[in-house]
């Protein structure tokens, strides 16, 4: 099977990952969180933009190895502020909402994120129904 990936294109990438890998079918996107191609933070203080960002993240890099976000099949949602979970579940809702079945999903709630303003990092995993790019 071919392995294809795309870079995070983030400060960040020379810790050895990558945005997204595809191997046959399955997509792979690398914990998300809503930054710039420079670092920067983007929505500090709003876990619902934030977490629309990284929606948008997910969806762009899921399409450029030739998926759709209806091939997405299990989220893992990392918020900082757990009270604040259902801003991020309407970001979530927006994304994945008109599926039949949406994706098999958990929210977690964690200490911190790599930078003190990141509130929210997604994990995504898709099964695509073709296995070339």
Same mark, same amino acid.
């Given at each position: 099977?071919?392995? !294809? @990936?795309?870079?995070?294109?983030?400060?960040?990438?020379?810790?050895?990952?990558?945005?997204?890998?595809?191997? @046959?079918?399955?997509?792979?996107?690398?914990? !998300?969180?809503?930054?710039?191609?420079?670092?920067?933070?983007?929505?500090?203080?709003?876990?619902?933009?934030?977490?629309?960002?990284?929606?948008?993240?997910?969806?762009?890099?899921?399409?450029?190895?030739? @998926? +759709?976000?209806?091939?997405?099949?299990?989220?893992?949602?990392?918020?900082?502020?757990?009270?604040?979970?259902?801003?991020?579940?309407?970001?979530?809702?927006?994304?994945? @909402?008109?599926?039949?079945?949406?994706?098999? +999903?958990?929210?977690?709630?964690?200490?911190?994120?790599?930078?003190?303003?990141?509130?929210?990092?997604?994990?995504? !995993?898709?099964?695509?129904?073709?296995? !070339?790019?």
């Amino acid at each position: 099977m071919e392995r !294809t @990936g795309i870079s995070s294109n983030r400060s960040w990438s020379d810790v050895a990952y990558s945005r997204a890998v595809r191997l @046959g079918n399955l997509i792979e996107v690398a914990g !998300t969180t809503s930054s710039g191609p420079g670092g920067d933070i983007l929505h500090p203080g709003d876990m619902y933009l934030q977490a629309s960002e990284i929606c948008g993240i997910i969806q762009r890099s899921i399409e450029q190895l030739g @998926g +759709s976000l209806d091939d997405v099949v299990r989220t893992r949602v990392f918020v900082t502020d757990i009270s604040q979970w259902e801003a991020a579940g309407r970001a979530h809702f927006e994304a994945f @909402g008109h599926m039949d079945f949406p994706p098999a +999903s958990a929210f977690y709630g964690i200490n911190e994120l790599l930078h003190p303003d990141l509130m929210i990092e997604i994990e995504a !995993t898709a099964i695509v129904s073709s296995s !070339t790019v």
